[in-house]
Nanobody, 126 residues
Framework: QVQLVESGGGLAQAGGSLRLSCAAS????????VAWFRQAPGKERAFVAAIGWSGDSTHYADSVKDRFTISRDKDKNAVLLQMNDLTLEDTAAYYC???????????????????WGQGTQVTVSS
């Protein structure tokens, strides 16, 4: 059974940077697609970025394109999310997720993912 643990959240100023990590236990992340979602108070859970299971293909929401970068750290069995040029709108709880089936990219809808971490809070101030 897979377990996902997010870390790296915290407080940052607008224009600053944070790096989030999604560490997995129970299976290797390089055989599964992994996605990041975020949810602000009173808002729907929204897609942020994802990395595929083959060829390291990546996907980004328009709101974070060219600012966030998703990548794999295979030695640590983790997926990283480098967040640059942070804005107030990036404030949210961030979650990583993976599907039950390996070698499959579910897409951008949170309901299509099966395994979730507990989340890490990102707060951006002016």
């Amino acid at each position: 059974q897979v377990q996902l643990v997010e870390s790296g959240g915290g407080l940052a100023q607008a224009g600053g940077s944070l790096r989030l990590s999604c560490a997995a236990s129970g299976r290797a992340t390089d055989t599964y697609a992994v996605a990041w979602f975020r949810q602000a108070p009173g808002k729907e859970r929204a897609f942020v970025a994802a990395i595929g299971w083959s060829g390291d293909s990546t996907h980004y929401a328009d709101s974070v394109k060219d600012r966030f970068t998703i990548s794999r750290d295979k030695d640590k069995n983790a997926v990283l999310l480098q967040m640059n040029d942070l804005t107030l709108e990036d404030t949210a709880a961030y979650y990583c997720a993976a599907p039950y089936i390996p070698k499959w990219y579910p897409g951008t809808q949170w309901k299509d993912y099966d395994h979730w971490g507990q989340g890490t809070q990102v707060t951006v101030s002016s």
